[in-house]
């Protein structure tokens, strides 16, 4: 692509005004998440949903926001109060730590007018590391000692067992989540995600689902059980485990837990968006709009998902990880090295 | 059928219909073929279909069950028991009770108490009238006995309170002389509700 080549030098203002957006504009997309999951999943079962604070209830986020940040922060009599503070912030960093990794919004330069910061051009990822993709999953899987920690640490049983379901959780699907992706690394042969973007540029035929269709839909479920989403979200069932992991937590440092898991889901559908539907095109007008309906596809399809499936046991996901998708993942890996090959 | 049947309380021994479930898979090979099956048969499709349905059909046709309570208020049954009116003489217009006391008399939890006179025309009416509603237990005798149609239940349930007593007078209860013409006649008890033909559904025949 000649059109990477011209583009300017990034400083590191740019990366810190990228840092800063993302963080604002995700958190805000995580809060504005929420509003969209409770609307979508009262359409499914044909009610309104919040509709009261503000035009269609939209200002029910910034009421939920206000409840979350003034109510008080409970740290339970017997927990480990140290690890019961900080593992909230660990699910809510890595989340975002690993957006930084992943290309988010188009890159633009701020206008010369605009004091101190005219000029300064701020890239479409922050960091843009060769490693894109394993540094992503490794965030996210270094996510999951949030939960894990959060409900060893507050001496209470629901918290244990959603700690050990994290645990096992964790276990069965990461597996699946490398070695589906790994057939698509070996394709194109590189771990950046502008690289990916790059090899499907060739219109919608070029698309990596097309090759990878076995590694799209075992992605599609690791990914599912990564964010913790209804198929596979035994670590907080409530008919089950109360709220598992997160029984003890309150206020703000409940909200940190959720806005990890909806910064997980964006960042979940903007991997497969980039890996297996084409990512944004860059030399298109419209690239950035088919990227972000692309994302809003996959964020819908958690939220479709789940209005319409029941959740499955934990022997149930471990069979369907180790037993299923383990074993296909390593055909498909297997195949397409072949391919490669011949 | 005898009653003897029904007392018989030992498992497996009455006459039930098994639901035809078909053959659990016994052998490796059934279960993974089971599972073969089910993966390729789209089952989960089908479900992602419903609920995408559903919601076109809320969104677009209107199929929304959401009542938006205090602003809207579904039709409630005629025989429905909730706070009493006091009907009119559409003729009239003069209020239809006469004062006979039978629903003093049958009130159950002495919840009303009246007091009658004779006027100029030696012609019962009522003095005194009141009903307090926190003992009231909305049994509905007095309007079952009342020979004048007088006292029926009306349409009010929204009838919570501050405190435990709440009376209630005649003249509260008794439909205002201007509207009259909207003074809404009592079904009697076997009648059915408004939408009853909205809620006539299939009986679910699965079994």
Known sequence: MEAVNILPEVTWVGVLIKAVLILAIISALAGFGTFIERKVLAFMQRRLGPMHVGPYGLLQIAADGIKLFTKEDIIPQNANKLIFMIAPIITAATAFIALSAVPVFPDFTIPEFVPVLGGVFVPSIAADLNVGILFVLGMMAAGLYGPLLAGMSQANKWGIIGAARTAVQFLSYEVVTGLSILAPIMLVGSLSFVDFNNYQQEGVMSWMIWQQPVAFVLFLIAGFAETNRTPFDLLEHEAEVVSGYATEYSGMRWGMFFIGEYANMITISIIAAIVFLGGYDAASTFGWLFIMLKIAFFFFLMLWVRAAWPHVRPDQLMWLCWKVLMPLALVNILITALVILV | ?207
Do not use: W
């Open chain 2, 1 to 207: 059928m005898s009653l003897e049947q029904f007392k018989n309380r030992n498992v497996g021994v009455q006459n039930y219909t098994n639901l035809e479930l078909g053959k659990s898979p016994e052998t490796g090979m059934e279960q993974f073929t089971q599972v073969v099956k089910r993966t390729f048969k789209g089952e989960l499709f089908v479900g992602l279909g419903v609920v995408m349905k559903a919601m076109l059909k809320a969104l677009f046709k209107g199929d929304m069950h959401t009542v938006k309570y205090p602003f809207e208020k579904l039709p409630i049954s005629p025989r429905y028991r909730a706070i009493h009116d006091m009907l009119r003489l559409l003729e009239s217009g003069n209020y239809r009770c006469i004062g006979c006391g039978l629903c003093e008399k049958i009130c159950i939890s002495n919840c009303i108490t009246m007091d009658t006179r004779y006027d100029e025309d030696q012609r019962k009416e009522v003095s005194e009238y009141t009903i307090n509603f926190g003992r009231c237990i909305f049994c509905g005798y007095c309007a079952e006995v009342c020979p004048e149609l007088a006292i029926v239940h009306g349409a009010r349930y929204e009838n919570a309170s501050e405190q435990r007593a709440g009376f209630s007078l005649f003249d509260d209860m008794l439909t205002p002389i201007d509207k009259l013409n909207l003074q809404q006649e009592y079904d009697g008890f076997g009648a059915v509700s408004p939408n009853a033909d909205e809620n006539i559904k299939q009986t679910p025949l699965a079994y």
